[in-house]
């Protein structure tokens, strides 16, 4: 990771898809995240592909999320789910478990582990 100034430049759009994709089939498989789970379609596809134009351009690249659709807020879309610190962790998790199937370096996930916390905890809509 040294030598990078942002995790786009670590991982490219091709690690951030890896990392989109990575996170979703983990959450269709653990149990322990089933909550969050429950709060998407039977269908992932289309949520890989919004998280990762929203991660591509969150992590200094091409600003994909904000030229397609606009605005770049994230609580307006989690607005009509209860998500509370349970929530919030399981994503986090799901993160995590994510960052070890691609193989991110130690570096780069100590560098995405503040600023994931506070994303995630930003959607958060109840105690």
Known sequence: MSGYATPYEALG??????LTSAFYDY???????AGIRAMHGKDLAPMKERLAEYLIGWMGGPQVYAEKYGS??????????????????????????????IGAEEALKQMLKEPMFAIADMVRNRD
């Open 13 to 18: 759009e091709d690690g951030i898809r890896a």
């Open 27 to 33: 959450m269709d498989s653990a149990p322990e995240v």
């Open 72 to 101: 770049v807020c994230m609580t307006s879309p989690h607005k009509g789910y209860a998500i509370g610190t349970s929530e919030r962790d399981q994503w986090l998790l799901c993160m995590d478990k994510a960052l070890e199937q």
